[in-house]
């Protein structure tokens, strides 16, 4: 709604992180908008970088792309990592220099195992004081499908609106109001989870035990991810502070490379199709998300069981080495023949229906 909003036409942006969650390239280009991506510092724990920032907004402005806003993802999705109270900070003053709405996608606040802690948008621009709390506008996400209660199941979400003008507000609820018939499983999960049981209720103690239960073990399965992948060489991993996911990067050997443009992949692509082949894992390439040009990633959920962690862990292990090994070399000379386009062609609709 907010993106159907905001945009009005082909020259209309809005800021995105990159990598990035696909729902925003489509739906800014569903509502005839563009995406201005500003890449991520991954060296940096994906931290937010406001020179690329800055740059990405520039390049937009000289093309005639009026950006209206700019989106935060935080905890990140697919990056999994928390953002410091004093990037989110320079995040607003960026946004309020350059009068963009700030949407912050929160959806994944409650998934956070013990690194930087979480921080909302909403808090920060609230207690930087004027002129930041007198009108920044802010809209705040948050989602009942993700955390200890939805589990990626039940759908149910709001926004915040912080700092927009009531005639705005009247016609998002316009918007709000063509949705005759929301999933009623889905508002009802929303009313408890914005009322959970409190101290001396019935079910209190039952529930605390067990998303404190549920939350333990996820932060003992984000560690145990991210350290698998560091200790396989050519992988690194950053640190799975929130969310559901780990991104890892791979040194990607020049031969699948070469293997990759012959059927028409991203490098990535062919190593997450031969390692759902081979070894039964799905993930998702990095070339999915917009990753920055030459770096090669995929991105994996942190929500296997964890009786059953190991064993994943070594089947990936042995699948890896094997690719490696299989590719390792110099690449051989790409032909260019009729049945390579053909080849191509099929790997797209194969990337599209993925």
């Known amino acids: 709604m907010l993106l159907k909003a905001l945009l009005r036409g082909e020259?209309?942006?809005?800021?995105?992180?990159?990598?990035?969650?696909?729902?925003?390239?489509?739906?800014?280009?569903?509502?005839?908008?563009?995406?201005?991506?500003?890449?991520?510092?991954?060296?940096?724990?994906?931290?937010?970088?406001?020179?690329?920032?800055?740059?990405?907004?520039?390049?937009?402005?000289?093309?005639?792309?009026?950006?209206?806003?700019?989106?935060?993802?935080?905890?990140?999705?697919?990056?999994?990592?928390?953002?410091?109270?004093?990037?989110?900070?320079?995040?607003?003053?960026?946004?309020?220099?350059?009068?963009?709405?700030?949407?912050?996608?929160?959806?994944?606040?409650?998934?956070?195992?013990?690194?930087?802690?979480?921080?909302?948008?909403?808090?920060?621009?609230?207690?930087?004081?004027?002129?930041?709390?007198?009108?920044?506008?802010?809209?705040?996400?948050?989602?009942?499908?993700?955390?200890?209660?939805?589990?990626?199941?039940?759908?149910?979400?709001?926004?915040?609106?912080?700092?927009?003008?009531?005639?705005?507000?009247?016609?998002?609820?316009?918007?709000?109001?063509?949705?005759?018939?929301?999933?009623?499983?889905?508002?009802?999960?929303?009313?408890?989870?914005?009322?959970?049981?409190?101290?001396?209720?019935?079910?209190?103690?039952?529930?605390?035990?067990?998303?404190?239960?549920?939350?333990?073990?996820?932060?003992r399965r984000a560690r145990a991810m991210s350290e698998a992948f560091n200790s396989i060489p050519g992988i690194s991993c950053q640190p799975v502070d929130g969310a559901m996911y780990a991104f890892p990067r791979i040194e990607m050997p020049p031969r699948a490379v070469a293997q990759a443009a012959r059927l028409g992949k991203s490098p990535d692509m062919l190593y997450c199709l031969e390692l759902l082949e081979h070894a039964h894992i799905a993930a998702t390439p990095g070339a999915s998300f917009r990753q920055e040009d030459g770096t090669f990633h995929f991105r994996t959920t942190i929500l296997p069981p964890e009786a059953s962690f190991a064993g994943l862990v070594e089947r990936f292990r042995r699948f890896h080495v094997d690719f490696m090994q299989r590719y390792a070399g110099a690449p051989a000379p790409l032909p260019h023949t009729a049945a390579d386009s053909g080849s191509s062609l099929v790997a797209m609709a194969v990337m599209s229906k993925l």
Request: charged fraction near 20%; glycine fraction near 10%; include cysteine.
């Open 11 to 219: 020259h209309d942006g809005i800021l995105v992180p990159l990598p990035q969650y696909p729902l925003y390239s489509a739906s800014i280009a569903l509502y005839g908008g563009r995406l201005v991506g500003y890449h991520l510092d991954e060296d940096a724990g994906w931290g937010l970088s406001m020179k690329r920032l800055q740059a990405s907004l520039d390049a937009a402005r000289a093309e005639g792309v009026e950006v209206r806003a700019v989106v935060v993802i935080n905890p990140g999705n697919p990056t999994g990592q928390c953002l410091r109270e004093e990037h989110l900070q320079e995040l607003v003053r960026f946004a309020h220099s350059n009068r963009l709405v700030i949407l912050a996608d929160e959806v994944y606040q409650e998934n956070v195992y013990g690194g930087v802690p979480f921080t909302s948008c909403h808090k920060v621009v609230s207690t930087m004081g004027a002129p930041y709390s007198l009108n920044q506008e802010l809209v705040s996400f948050h989602s009942v499908s993700k955390g200890t209660a939805g589990e990626c199941g039940i759908r149910g979400g709001y926004m915040h609106l912080f700092n927009i003008e009531e005639s705005v507000r009247a016609h998002l609820y316009k918007l709000a109001s063509i949705n005759l018939s929301p999933s009623v499983p889905g508002m009802v999960a929303m009313g408890c989870y914005v009322n959970p049981p409190r101290p001396g209720e019935a079910s209190y103690e039952a529930h605390a035990r067990e998303r404190s239960s549920l939350l333990r073990s996820l932060q």
